[in-house]
């Protein structure tokens, strides 16, 4: 699930865009998924352009498109690079190198045998996070591994896995229970049957658990990056996926399966819940996700005006950003948290608060939020708010983002956090020990003021 990495994506050039010629300083913008991108190990790249401000449009170049660390991956090419057919190939063979070393269907197999064990010999390699067979032991021993597992354990792989804590790439700071519990029930009571978990593993299992109980009739299929969960799922349960290039490592029948789990049979509603690392890009993703829906809206056959029902977990700051792509989006005051995370834990208070929320494209006052937890239903603005958000009668809304009671500055004819003060200086309000610096802000791409480079005219034909 979600990560913790606070930098704002997309600014500036991450490590992971660095190559043999790194580019220099100046702006980045992300011009997505070309026809012949190159590929790494994490499926085609992305293309970007580096800017230099005053410049109309710097160098293009390839970059992995899950990886903003080098240390992940290297990859890197000019667009107008010509690539020798020697490199070509030791690219091919690199790729092939660092692909999982079974299947999927190889994995699925491994397990139908490994649950006919009895509990004695069944071990986990903590090392090669892996289930491992009686005939493998003798390549396992100096590594330190787990025994008796459990089917318990099995049917919680997020818990014998360790979490992949590389906040950029994999960043699984799993749902704590609570949370856990409350998006279950809430997907639930708003009657939907299918879910759709994009980076989401311990919503999945929870789901996957409940399987087995007569009365439970929702199924969930996991779009995840993290391999390691094949292990533990069947093809119809898991597709190792990629959610920054729309890219399914299984090919056409992996395409399929999410193909058929989104068809809609039999009333049964399908919502997708998706979880990604904060650091990842906000443009990448909200494009894949456009991709998953438009998958969806062509196995309908009615309601061709509406969106697939969605839920995203980012942190409250990247509100503007999900809005620019999803201008149908709402942000709920729902604190999500985490269990393996030492910030975004429930029921800490002021800016210690979690800082994570529900982004949806559903109806506001249909997201009932718990009441015990402190939160209120705001007649005027009819949906649920924390309750240190008051409503304030001049901007008509309920207008706190992260939990504190904000305050309503009419100079800024807005409401600001409850520590920043109207600055003269700046003409607006900031913190009352910032650097007065006003500067006139200008578009990354071009150099020129009056628009963001998401905008910019000079991209416009790419």
């Not at 190198?97 to 299947?103: A, K, S």
């Not at 809005?323 to 030492?342: K, R």
Request: proline fraction near 5%.
């Amino acid at each position: 699930e979600g990560g913790g990495n606070m930098a704002v994506s997309g600014e500036g050039a991450p490590e992971g865009l660095c190559g043999p010629e790194r580019p220099g300083a100046g702006g980045l913008a992300l011009l997505g998924l070309a026809p012949s991108a190159p590929s790494c190990p994490h499926g085609p790249a992305l293309l970007f352009v580096k800017t230099s401000q005053g410049k109309e449009e710097g160098r293009r170049f390839y970059a992995c498109s899950a990886c903003r660390d080098r240390k992940d991956c290297n990859f890197f090419q000019w667009e107008d690079e010509k690539v020798s057919e020697t490199r070509l190939a030791a690219r091919e063979e690199y790729n092939r190198n660092h692909q999982p070393p079974f299947t999927h269907r190889q994995n699925v197999e491994r397990y139908k045998n490994f649950v006919l064990l009895p509990l004695s010999r069944r071990r986990f390699c903590q090392q090669c996070q892996q289930l491992l067979l009686p005939a493998e032991w003798e390549k396992h021993l100096d590594h330190q591994f787990l025994c008796d597992i459990s089917t318990a354990q099995l049917k919680s792989p997020s818990q014998l896995l360790y979490p992949l804590e590389n906040k950029k790439t994999n960043a699984q700071y799993l749902f704590a229970g609570r949370s856990c519990q409350f998006l279950l029930d809430l997907i639930i009571d708003l009657g939907f049957r299918r879910v759709l978990s994009v980076g989401t593993p311990r919503l999945h299992e929870m789901i996957q658990s409940k399987a087995s109980q007569e009365d439970f009739r929702v199924r969930s299929l996991l779009l995840d990056i993290d391999f390691r969960y094949s292990q533990f799922y069947t093809e119809d349960e898991f597709c190792h996926y990629n959610m920054f290039n729309h890219y399914f490592f299984g090919g056409e029948a992996a395409h399929e399966t999410c193909r058929k789990f989104l068809y809609q049979g039999s009333g049964e509603r399908v919502i997708m819940v998706t979880d990604p690392p904060f650091g990842g890009l906000v443009e990448a993703l909200a494009s894949s996700f456009k991709k998953l829906m438009a998958m969806w809206k062509e196995t309908e056959k009615e309601g061709h005006n509406q969106e697939m029902p969605m839920f995203w977990i980012f942190p409250y700051f990247f509100e503007s950003r999900i809005l620019e792509f999803f201008p149908s989006f709402s942000m709920m005051d729902y604190q999500v948290d985490y269990d393996n995370h030492a910030l975004y834990k429930h029921g800490k208070t002021g800016r210690r608060q979690s800082p994570v929320r529900i982004f949806t494209n559903l109806t506001p006052s249909m997201i009932v939020l718990p009441v015990e937890e402190g939160y209120r239903f705001c007649a005027v603005c009819q949906r649920y708010v924390s309750s240190g958000n008051q409503h304030c009668e001049i901007c008509n809304s309920c207008t706190s983002k992260d939990g504190r009671r904000w305050k309503h500055c009419v100079l800024c004819k807005k409401c600001v956090k409850p520590s920043w003060f109207h600055c003269n200086n700046c003409n607006c309000c900031a913190l009352q020990n910032h650097t007065c610096e006003k500067t006139d802000a200008v578009c990354f791409v071009c150099g020129k003021a009056g628009h963001k480079r998401s905008t910019c005219p000079s991209l416009s034909h790419t």
